[in-house]
């Protein structure tokens, strides 16, 4: 509760109790868990995308659509691809569920790394145009792994049933809102 002081018309001082705005402040631990939701989805379905190409005659067409992926064999795109689903997944699932929650930072260091190594292959290559989304999408993931790790860790905890029923309700929308419109895209949509 907030105190605030007030006077009445006598110049008597007196205590007001004024509850708090709920829901109008910004807090560190609310812009984490947005941030992590939004970019564990988004790195989990651009992951999918890429775990895709597995099939040869999608990596062939590929180069089309991302003219970097004729510079890379198919296997590294492959396992590019596992390592940004585990990592999206993993900016979610052990913080939500309290399960191994130091998880979670990891898995955003590891996405930061990569977006790095990613924002190093294209300035190579000389496509500066991509190394701002590499080093933006970096920015955020490395923001949640010290988020995380270091300004508003999460406590580990025993799973619940209700833990457990959250976690599955997020990898089903995972499934339904990022990877099948991803594999539809993917094999139904000439390039």
Not at 99 to 128: C, D, N, Q, S, W
Request: charged share 10%; proline share 5%.
């Amino acid at each position: 509760m907030n105190r605030h002081l007030s006077e009445n018309v006598l110049g008597v001082k007196d205590m007001e109790q004024q509850p708090k705005a709920r829901g109008k402040r910004f807090t560190l631990n609310g812009a984490l868990w947005s941030l992590q939701v939004l970019f564990g989805f988004f790195f989990a379905g651009s992951g999918f995308g890429k775990v895709l190409l597995y099939d040869g005659a999608l990596y062939a067409a590929a180069p089309r659509a991302v003219a970097w992926y004729a510079a890379v064999p198919q296997s590294l795109i492959v396992f590019i691809g596992i390592c940004e689903v585990l990592g999206g997944v993993g900016m979610i699932l052990p913080a939500m569920t309290g399960v191994k929650p130091k998880l979670t930072p990891l898995a955003a260091a590891g996405l930061t790394l990569t977006m790095i190594l990613a924002a190093v292959f294209h300035i190579v290559r000389g496509e500066y145009a991509l190394v701002p989304a590499n080093l933006l999408l970096g920015g955020v993931a490395a923001f949640i792994a010290v988020g995380r790790w270091k300004l508003r860790p999460i406590a580990p905890a025993i799973l619940t049933t209700s833990r457990a029923l959250q976690s599955f309700a997020v990898l089903g929308a995972l499934t339904l809102l990022v990877f099948v419109p991803t594999w539809y895209t993917m094999t139904n949509v000439q390039f």
